[in-house]
């Protein structure tokens, strides 16, 4: 995986470098779980999508300001995150969790991005507590 040069606005090679770094937690995870050819075609599909694509993607999720649309959110929230993540902290996602009326968060210890991966056993059994829990969680 390389961060190649994408004509365009100086952005665009920050997505890319992004968009490396995921696809490398990815590789780490996969490849320590074992799953190689899944690792192979996860990476095979994300190295199909045009950089333009990808460049365009990361763009729209960086630039999105979703903060205004939390306050309507109604329905009970579960986050999932691994504490060893290289993308994102868990710091995001607690604040996110106090401005919901019905949040909960799984923190995965020395888990990356990629917890479903990393530690599938754990995230499914706390995502089938959570949609077997029912409201009021």
């Known amino acids: ?33 074992g799953w190689l050819d899944t690792l192979e075609f996860l990476v095979r599909c994300s ?3 045009p950089s333009w694509a990808a460049v365009a993607c990361y763009r729209s999720m960086l630039r999105t300001d979703l903060l205004k649309d939390l306050p309507g959110i109604q329905v009970p ?4 995150f691994g504490t060893a993540d290289p993308a994102h902290s868990g710091k995001g996602a607690r604040w996110v969790s106090e401005q919901l009326p019905e949040a909960r968060i799984v923190e995965l210890e020395g888990c990356g991005h990629y917890p479903m991966f990393e530690a599938a056993e754990p995230f499914d059994a706390a995502l089938l507590e959570f949609v077997t829990a029912g409201p009021g969680i």
């Open 1 to 33: 995986i390389e961060a190649r040069h994408i004509p365009g606005p100086r952005e665009g090679w920050m997505s890319v470098i992004l968009l490396g770094v995921m696809l490398l937690s990815l590789c780490w995870a996969v490849q320590a779980a």
């Open 47 to 49: 190295l199909q999508m």
């Open 77 to 80: 929230v579960l986050q999932i």
